[in-house]
């Protein structure tokens, strides 16, 4: 570890050097300083959004269940229609088989705001039971816009407020680096290609994490459980950050003068915005059980489709939906979340830091997408948003998980007729990221030469390089051959297998990082982050 | 190393932009997009004596011969990828996905022809004014309007225009008169700058003494001929030479398009108008003309009321004067530097007085003019409302609302990439000691920037006047938009356009006189 540790900052000796040199090319769209800088980036990133929200959506033209734009849509109708009680619950008007409401409240409000904002201008496309399937140029177009203005007005904020406090304080940074890493935030393909083209609002949930993230990094506790509240009252997907909030919290309350006093206020904070945001469904118990399983869908059993997480994967050996009931699968997904969680919660109680919580955030996402119950292709975006907000440190592997994550949504954006952004995303990222004179791109050159023949390295070059042949021919056998009658999802099961192979091998990587970071947490990291 | 890495940059650069059109390739397209998916299969299946004679659907071929070459190149592609692509009668107002994916992509591939251009031009520029010329002319929002949305080859043809000037730069006049020569053949409309590359040929290549500059004179003339005969001998040798130019020049198209370019005719209008108001007032009985300009295309009859009518040839000769000085200038001083203003001169001249001009012809002067743009400030700021003027004047081609916020953000993102590119390019240089060894420069930018007040006094900033034209051009859009609708319904439903086109031909005015200024004073 100590050697690698030697090397790498070897390695940044001479990148500062090098950058230094080549700064001229991005000089001019740095020099303003970061706002001028993020203007720029996120003006250009909201013209690839608009541009992917031109193709077609998740259930485009096909009747009769559609898909998640339709979902979004009737829920709209829902809300705009019913009153609140009947949101969650079967009744004549509301007919919970089709796309009943399955998010928490927020999301209701929401839908609840765009669906006023539907009927202003369009009030066919939300009109109760006609509306169903309602596909016209009018009511496409401003649904695409409810994404984009949620995004404008909750994701760019918050990725601001975060770009403005971790460069402010974490790192005397160089302005390419800020630069670079606005646009790797900003521009996250599998982000734009789910909300904007397969048609979500994860921008709301995630938006909302980041600001609470953001608040965490500049002090702001209070803010940030407030915040992350909210981000887990819109979606219910947001628990795979808590862990990390809370013991990242914890761990800072602990060593204060007066623990309980702390904890005391974050509780009360995060009650009081559950409180608010849950207010209508709080007078009965029946209410409020009734929303909630809702929200926990069991009876879909432990994995849909091919998703490459555990349980999913090891199907392929282990039958566990004929061997286990559901009941005893929660119980054992939930097991196993837990004990893959802990480690990196431990150490953030041990030591909170704000470099340790990012890389804690990371480790607990990912231990929910490839342990616990009913997780979707589409989770993978929960992991990316952590290791995308540690993309300075964590260069290589980052683009390293973007590319598996992009790469195991293929199928289902395929099933959304959505190739042509996908490969046109996944060419501009890696564009972005091999920026000339910026990270990706540096010149190889700008590394110390290594004299000893490494063969470890040689071998882990060489099996990198083959995995990524291997995927790379993968997705056009994908596009161009039918898969023998015999195994029609041949093609999905491989996609899935080299797809998990990565993500837990990443997920070992990080917990192994963050727990590192505990080795010299009380010298260095210490001054320079809190 | 800097040309060697060079290069990639540039290839970086269009990258990207091939990424953001690529995502663009389902947008709304105008009937161009038929026209040229038409023309693909008429060069594809029918003889070429047959090419300019073919009536199977309204869009006849009317571009040179070259240009109809090239589609017979693209159409053998599009055979491969879709028989039906390339089928005069099936292929009608075919609209398949393969048609649009087949047709769009050639539009991408065809500007590497313009990346060539502007490689070569740039290619012996430093690093600062060479990365501002890729944003300019690379991530033009103006071309991925027309060309990408739209739809039209107009990247290709300023590659052959930039090739042209980047060869007369280097003094090479001989290939720069052939290849725009090769440019007439493809699209005839590039031929107002032609007296220009006459005059200045003649007196920079030709005026050597008596029988060198004959027999330069002899050289440029056999190529040029030779180029000529290529593109329009065969028609010539099948008999369908008066049939080719009655395609290309189709007479009886009036003085200004459906929706007015911004260029002097609009003022000419619009005196008029105010004319028989007034004097319809005072009691004179005046006729109103049957086809007034707000109706949309304007037939034979004069369209206006009081004003004399203006023929084809009054154009002409509006053109040719407005041009004269910079003739005087180009034999009196022909200078290789020079040349890339003159050629954009040439084609604002055009633009402004022409006859029957499209708002899309702003590109041949815009595009020329951001290789001059870095070379001095007054230059950055005349190019910085110039491009911002002209691509808010094609906002009309794309009307429908999909594509609304596509060129709002694709005109805010290109000003915001001027006004950073430029006020970085101008406050340094006006500051001390901007050219030191690179090691220092990191070290040294926190001082520059902090000892700045001086440079930036003479910094990149547009006056009052300027601002409140811009911000004038927001209003026009607001009313266009918002107001106008909301407020008085269908009423008036040209108005938006013509306070749009009156509105941008200030500008572009601005920008005549403002080139004109620079050629007469410039030594």
């Not at chain 1, 959304?416 to 060419?427: E, G, I, Q, S, T």
């Not at chain 2, 071309?143 to 949305?149: A, C, E, F, K």
Request: charged share 15%.
């Amino acid at each position: 570890m100590g050697k690698k540790k030697e090397k790498k900052e070897l390695n940044e000796k001479v990148d500062v050097e090098a950058v230094e040199i080549e700064d001229d090319t991005w000089w001019w769209l740095t020099h303003k300083g970061i706002g001028a800088t993020f203007l720029c980036i996120s003006v250009f990133a909201l013209l690839v959004r608009v541009a992917v929200s031109l193709h077609p959506y998740s259930g485009a033209g096909s009747p009769p269940k559609f898909g998640d734009y339709e979902a979004q849509r009737h829920w709209m109708e829902i809300t705009l229609n019913l009153p609140v009680l009947e949101w969650y619950r079967n009744s004549t008007g509301n007919d919970l088989s089709y796309w009943g409401l399955d998010y928490p409240p927020l999301t209701a409000y929401q839908s609840y705001f765009h669906g006023l904002f539907l009927r202003f201008f369009d009030p066919d496309s939300v009109s109760l039971f006609t509306s169903r399937g309602y596909e016209t140029y009018v009511g496409k177009l401003l649904m695409r816009w409810t994404v984009l203005s949620s995004d404008t007005l909750i994701f760019f904020p918050a990725i601001f407020y975060f770009a403005f406090v971790y460069h402010s304080s974490c790192h005397s940074s160089r302005k390419n680096d800020c630069a670079w890493h606005i646009a790797m935030l900003l521009l996250n393909p599998c982000l734009i290609l789910i909300d904007h083209g397969h048609f979500q609002y994860n921008c709301i949930s995630l938006g909302l994490t980041v600001a609470a993230i953001a608040a965490i990094l500049s002090q702001r506790e209070l803010l940030a459980s407030c915040l992350f509240t909210l981000a887990l009252s819109h979606k219910q997907m947001s628990v795979y950050y808590a862990p990390a909030f809370f013991s990242h919290l914890l761990g800072k309350c602990l060593r204060r003068k007066n623990p309980i006093h702390g904890v005391a206020k974050l509780g009360l904070t995060v009650l009081g915005t559950f409180t608010v945001v849950w207010w209508p469904y709080l007078h009965s118990t029946d209410a409020l059980l009734g929303v909630l399983s809702r929200l926990a869908p069991f009876e879909r059993g432990i994995y849909e489709d091919y998703v490459a997480n555990f349980w999913c994967t090891s199907s392929v050996i282990i039958k566990w939906k004929r061997l286990f009931s559901v009941h005893s699968l929660k119980f054992i997904s939930l097991t196993a979340t837990v004990l893959t969680c802990l480690p990196s919660m431990v150490q953030q109680v041990m030591a909170p830091s704000s470099r340790g919580f990012l890389y804690g955030l990371l480790n607990s996402s990912f231990a929910f997408y490839l342990f616990s119950f009913q997780v979707h292709e589409k989770s993978i975006l929960l992991p990316l948003l952590p290791a995308s907000l540690l993309a300075l440190e964590e260069r290589r592997p980052f683009k390293w998980l973007m590319f598996y994550g992009l790469f195991s949504m293929f199928p289902l954006l395929c099933r959304d007729k959505l190739v042509l952004p996908y490969f046109a995303l996944h060419a501009l990222f890696m564009l972005l990221y091999h920026a000339p004179c910026g990270h990706g791109g540096r010149p190889r050159n700008a590394r110390p030469n290594n004299t000893k023949f490494d063969y470890f390295d040689s071998f882990k070059t060489f099996m990198n390089g083959f995995i990524y042949l291997s995927s790379f021919i993968l997705h056009i056998v994908y596009l161009t051959m039918h898969p023998p009658e015999k195994f029609p999802y041949l093609f999905e099961a491989i996609i899935m297998l080299i797809c998990f192979y990565q993500f837990a091998l990443f997920a070992f990587y990080t917990n192994v990082k963050q727990w590192s970071l505990l080795e010299h947490s009380t010298t260095e990291e210490e001054k320079k982050l809190i | 190393m800097e040309s060697s890495s060079s290069t990639p940059q540039l290839l970086w650069f269009f990258a990207i932009a091939v990424c953001v059109k690529l995502l663009l390739i389902p947008a709304y397209h105008s009937t161009d997009f038929e026209v040229h998916r038409h023309w693909l299969a008429l060069t594809h299946s029918l003889p070429l004596s047959n090419w300019y004679a073919d009536e199977t659907s309204p869009w006849t071929l009317d571009y040179p011969p070259f240009f109809a070459c090239f589609e017979r190149f693209l159409s053998i592609f599009a055979h491969y990828i879709d028989p039906q692509i390339v089928d005069l009668h099936n292929g009608l107002n075919y609209r398949a996905n393969s048609a649009i994916y087949f047709l769009r992509i050639s539009v991408i591939l065809s500007d590497l022809w313009l990346l060539y251009g502007v490689y070569r031009l740039t290619k012996n520029a430093d690093v600062k004014r060479r990365n501002l010329i890729w944003v300019l002319i690379v991530w033009s929002p103006a071309l991925v309007m027309v060309d990408h949305l739209h739809f039209q080859y107009n990247g290709f043809l300023l590659g052959w225009l930039l090739l042209s000037i980047s060869f007369l730069q280097e003094g090479k006049d001989l290939m720069g008169g052939f290849l725009f020569a090769v440019l007439l053949c493809f699209k005839h409309l590039f031929a107002v700058a032609a007296p220009v590359y006459f005059v200045y040929l003649l007196r920079h290549y030709c005026w050597e003494g008596l029988f060198r500059g004959f027999s330069r004179l002899s050289v440029l003339g056999a190529v040029v001929v030779a180029v000529f005969a290529a593109a329009y001998g065969p028609f010539l040798y099948h008999g369908q030479i008066q049939q080719v130019f009655n395609r290309m020049f189709p007479f009886g198209r009036g003085l200004c398009h459906a929706y007015w370019a911004p260029n002097f005719w609009v003022f000419y209008i619009i005196l008029d108008k105010v004319f028989s108001f007034f004097l319809k007032k005072f009691g004179f009985s005046i006729q109103i003309p049957a086809a007034s300009f707000t109706g949309g295309l304007v037939g034979d009859s004069s369209p206006f009321a009081v004003l004399p009518k203006i023929s084809p040839s009054t154009t002409l000769i509006m053109v040719l004067l407005a041009l004269s000085p910079c003739f005087i200038k180009a034999w009196t001083n022909p200078q290789p530097r020079m040349v890339a203003r003159w050629i954009a001169y040439a084609y604002t001249c055009g633009f402004l007085f022409g006859w029957h001009v499209h708002e899309k012809a702003s590109l041949h002067f815009v595009i020329p003019l951001a290789i001059v743009a870095v070379q001095s400030l007054e230059d950055a700021k005349h190019y910085f409302m110039l491009s911002i003027v002209s691509c808010y004047s094609l906002f009309p081609l794309l009307y429908e609302a999909q594509e609304y916020p596509i060129k709002v953000l694709l005109l805010l993102l290109h000003s915001i990439l001027m006004w950073l590119g430029f006020s970085t390019k101008f406050t340094r240089a006006s500051a001390p000691n901007t050219m030191v060894t690179a090691k220092k420069k990191g070290a040294q930018s926190k001082s520059i920037e902090s000892s700045s007040p001086a440079a930036e006094k003479g910094g990149f900033t547009i006056g009052w006047v300027g601002k409140s034209y811009l911000l004038g051009l927001l209003l026009v859009e607001i009313w266009g938009q918002f107001l106008h609708p909301y407020l008085l319904g269908d009423k008036f439903p040209f108005v938006p356009l013509m306070l749009i086109s009156t509105y941008c031909a200030f500008g572009i005015m601005y920008s005549w006189i403002w080139q004109l200024r620079w050629i007469i004073s410039t030594t």
